[in-house]
């Protein structure tokens, strides 16, 4: 589990001892599954990493709800992943490279499946400059989400898979993609973070 649990899980325990110790066995037991079931949602599996430096992994676990390809002042292709109170929250780096820049924006909490979520919900930002040109990764908060937790920093060195954030409860993540990149992923995919492909650098996109 990653730390942030720490306080809902004290307060969870907390409560489920006091009800008991009330004699209300009832509320007791549906305090310590509520408890369980936050428990589960702070957990953070371990993962075989593909590292390779021709794969995009997905950032998040979750389901492609939008694919935007570049348009007007948009140079990047945009895939958007929507994470459930059923995904695991931890985000991950898609390839290995240089944090350049991380901008948080305070905004709404609409629901994290429309597409104006991305534009108008809180959100954090994070740009990288790999050995291929560069990306980004943006945070953004959910309806019940109202916690972006960001664990790097710029000029951090990150390697591919590695843990960069975590958003609590519902939420999305946005993967822009630079040209030179071919999708792996459709509309209405599962993909898991540090797991799936969600890109692959073509020869003509990458740097020599």
Not at 144 to 152: E, L, N, Q, S
Request: aromatic share 8%.
């Amino acid at each position: 589990m990653v730390k942030e649990v720490w306080p809902y899980l004290t307060a969870g325990v907390a409560l489920t001892a006091i009800l008991a110790l009330a004699g209300l066995p009832i509320a007791a037991f549906t305090a310590g599954v509520l408890t369980v079931a936050v428990a589960a949602f702070f957990r953070d599996p371990r993962r075989r990493v593909p590292v390779d430096p021709r794969l995009i992994l997905s950032p998040a676990d979750g389901r492609v709800v939008s694919i935007s390809p570049p348009t007007g002042d948009a140079s990047m292709t945009t895939v958007s992943i929507f994470l459930s109170v059923f995904n695991v929250h931890v985000n991950r780096a898609p390839v290995a490279g240089r944090v350049t820049a991380i901008r948080y924006t305070p905004g709404s909490f609409l629901p994290a499946f429309r597409d104006k979520a991305s534009e108008l919900n809180e959100q954090n930002l994070i740009r990288m400059e790999t050995a291929h040109g560069p990306l980004a990764v943006k945070q953004i908060a959910g309806l019940i989400a109202r916690r972006i937790r960001c664990w790097t920093r710029e000029g951090d060195t990150v390697g591919q898979g590695e843990k960069i954030g975590f958003i609590t409860f519902g939420s999305r993540v946005d993967l822009y993609l630079p040209a030179g990149t071919d999708l792996r992923v459709r509309l209405g995919d599962r993909v898991r973070g540090g797991l799936s492909v969600v890109a692959v650098y073509s020869q003509e996109g990458s740097r020599a």
